[in-house]
């Protein structure tokens, strides 16, 4: 799950646009880049790392401008190499740079369909290149040399008619503005703010409402599935709906475990769904567990604690932070690899023993994807004394691939996949594992708008919402990304040579 910043300011933008992107570091950890206008001129930064490492005060220095974009990359197509840091650059037509969250599906197709009818090179093998060049094909077909407002708009709307899977995207046109434009199903996130100064309105857009907090934007709305927001360099904004059959069906994870608690995506509050999660799982223990003795609720640190304590207030038993975060690591399942994955967990977390010692304990996770994590936490609670150790995940059993921005490409790397809930409990090395239901999370997350019929929840129940994913493109998503395959082409991307940018 990436993270993309776009605006559209009076003055220079590029510190605003790095504040969103710290705030957006959840979404990922791998790459992160900024790219100005100046007197026509694209000014760019992007390397593999954190944003507090990329970016030192002599790039900051450099990208001058009052209209930028910015993105943070945990990839989920092609490698890990720098030269698949977003932003992308095209020269063709005006000067295009783009920033994209998601994934798109058609990858093959679109990458032949570019080269042999639009004769247009993609020299990465990431998506997002492949969706920048799309673009720019659709941009080239008007006829005017001033792009309006419906050009711009037509454009899109071919876009979505060519590419399918996830994206919540901002694109820069040199001469014109900027572009954000949503998937038509709304799978990924995308929202619009709003910062009035002595001269004049600034606007943003930003994966989550808590970038607009951060920058003292005030958010406006999210952009709606399907619909395009443009917003010319002199300061006007022109919005239109540009997708066939738009529908809302945003992806359900972004709740379970990918947003931060203090955003609201679509007019859910990601906090208020977790708390929601805690209650309807708190209230599944009761019914199926009421024989058990549990002495007090653990949270596994961080994005289960608003769960894990309603589950606690709900159970009327203790809640007690009994794991210790190391708040210099970050979080471990967007880590690139699973051996990293892996030594990761430890380094972060640690048990504080008196919570553990001679006690029923129930630990709280979010989810249960890889069973990194839980396997490894449960150990440790038992090494910490625990007397029997019960399993939460207010996630179902995860059992399918994700095809629109997370990278879960390989079911057999899901512990759930083809297991039943005895079998996992007893991989991970639980006493007992509940999950939460489907239905129950989905009602957790709806509750704040019930206006949202349908979710994108194809890793609990293997249901695409793009109608375009079969077993034979499963097998070839794992057999291209899994673990191992993964291993190879990273290692492989390293003697990418990269075009040039500012460099260090
Ligand atoms: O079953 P797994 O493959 O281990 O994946 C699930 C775990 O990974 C995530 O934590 P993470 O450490 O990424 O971040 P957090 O600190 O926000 O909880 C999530 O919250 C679960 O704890
Ligand atoms: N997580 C994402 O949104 C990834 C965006 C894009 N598919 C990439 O790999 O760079
Ligand atoms: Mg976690």
């Known amino acids: 799950m990436c993270g993309i910043v776009g605006i559209v300011g009076n003055t220079s933008v590029a510190q605003s646009i790095y504040d969103g992107l710290t705030v957006l570091q959840h979404r990922g950890q791998d790459a992160a880049g900024i790219v100005t206008i100046n007197d026509n001129t694209f000014r760019l930064r992007k390397a593999n790392g954190l944003v507090k490492d990329v970016f030192h005060t002599r790039h900051m220095l450099r990208l001058q401008g009052n209209i930028g974009i910015g993105h943070i990359r945990y990839p989920t197509a092609g490698t890990s190499s720098s030269s698949e840091a977003q932003p992308f650059y095209a020269n063709s037509p005006f000067g295009l740079a783009l920033a ?260 029923n304990v129930l630990l709280v996770d979010d989810s249960v994807v890889r069973g990194t994590t839980s396997e490894q936490i449960i150990e440790m609670a038992r090494a910490a004394g625990a007397k029997k150790v019960y399993f939460a995940s207010a996630a179902p059993e995860i059992r399918f691939p994700n095809v629109y921005g997370i990278d879960m490409p390989s079911a057999n790397e899901l512990i759930a996949h083809g297991r039943e809930v005895e079998d996992i409990c007893e991989i991970i090395g639980a006493d007992e594992l509940i999950f939460q239901d489907i239905e129950d999370l989905v009602a957790a997350v709806r509750i704040s708008n019930p206006e949202i019929k349908r979710f994108e929840t194809s890793v609990f129940d293997g249901v695409y919402i793009t109608n375009d994913i079969d077993q034979g493109y499963l097998e070839e998503l794992d057999a291209a990304r899994n673990n191992e395959s993964k291993e190879q082409t990273d290692k492989n991307a390293d003697s990418i040579i990269d075009l040039h940018n500012e460099g260090a």
Not at 153 to 169: C, L
Not at 214 to 219: G, I, L, P, V
Not at 288 to 310: G, H
Request: hydrophobic share 35%.
């Open 100 to 359: 994209h969250n998601g994934n798109l599906t058609n990858y093959a197709e679109l990458k032949q369909w570019l080269f042999e009818s639009a004769r247009r090179h993609v020299n990465t093998t990431s998506d997002s290149e492949l969706l920048l060049n799309i673009l720019g094909h659709e941009l080239a077909q008007t006829e005017h040399l001033n792009l309006t407002p419906d050009d711009v708009f037509t454009s899109i709307a071919n876009v979505h008619k060519r590419v399918r899977g996830g994206y919540a995207t901002v694109a820069m046109i040199i001469g014109h503005g900027m572009v954000a434009f949503r998937d038509p199903n709304g799978i990924r996130p995308l929202v619009f703010g709003k910062r009035e100064t002595d001269k004049g309105a600034e606007y943003m857009v930003a994966s989550e409402s808590v970038a607009l907090d951060a920058c003292d934007f005030e958010f406006v709305r999210d952009v709606a599935p399907g619909e395009a927001i443009y917003f010319t360099e002199d300061g006007k904004i022109h919005s239109q709906q540009c997708a066939e059959a738009p529908s809302y069906s945003p992806c359900i994870f972004e709740f379970v475990y990918f947003a931060r608690p203090d955003s609201t995506i679509d007019k859910m509050s990601v906090y208020g769904s977790r708390v929601e999660m805690g209650k309807k799982l708190g209230e599944k223990i009761a019914k199926e567990w009421d024989d058990l003795d549990i002495d007090v609720v653990i949270p596994i640190p961080e994005t289960s604690c608003d769960i894990a304590l309603q589950i606690a207030h709900q159970l009327d038993i203790p809640y007690r932070q009994g794991f210790v975060k190391n708040r210099y690591i970050g979080r471990t399942f967007i880590m690139p690899g699973q051996e990293m994955r892996k030594k990761s967990v430890r380094r972060k977390l640690n048990a504080i023993g008196a919570e553990f010692k001679g006690k």
